[in-house]
């Protein structure tokens, strides 16, 4: 069966860094464009970054643009998220899923960004 298993979150001070991995399996990752996603404490579910099949095209949402870094490893069938210069508003829970959240999301990883 499909499996989207997030990682990597924890507790960081502010301008700290985290990389998160997302392990997929149960469906042919390397043919879809996937993307990062969070949730914050009463929020929804927002986009954070998305990334093309073979890696080459990458977007982000405005707010983590310059400081977040997606890629992945289709022969690992993982996608990462490379964080840097946290900041307390990027406090949430982070998720992996397909552009379309194709396939039902797995637990997510907390960050938590705090002094």
């Known amino acids: 069966q499909v499996q989207l298993v997030e990682s990597g979150g924890g507790l960081v001070q502010p301008g700290g860094s985290l990389r998160l991995s997302c392990a997929a399996s149960g469906f042919s990752f390397s043919t879809y464009v996937m993307r990062w996603y969070r949730q914050a404490p009463g929020k929804g579910r927002e986009f954070v970054a998305g990334?093309?099949?073979?890696?080459?095209?990458?977007n982000y949402a405005d707010s983590v643009k310059g400081r977040f870094t997606i890629s992945r490893d289709n022969a690992k069938n993982t996608l990462y998220l490379q964080m840097t210069s946290l900041k307390s508003e990027d406090t949430a829970v982070y998720y992996c899923?397909?552009?379309?959240?194709?396939?039902?999301w797995g637990q997510g990883t907390q960050v938590t960004v705090s002094s």
């Open positions: 990334i093309t099949t073979g890696g080459g095209t990458t």
């Open positions: 899923n397909t552009k379309f959240g194709s396939y039902p």
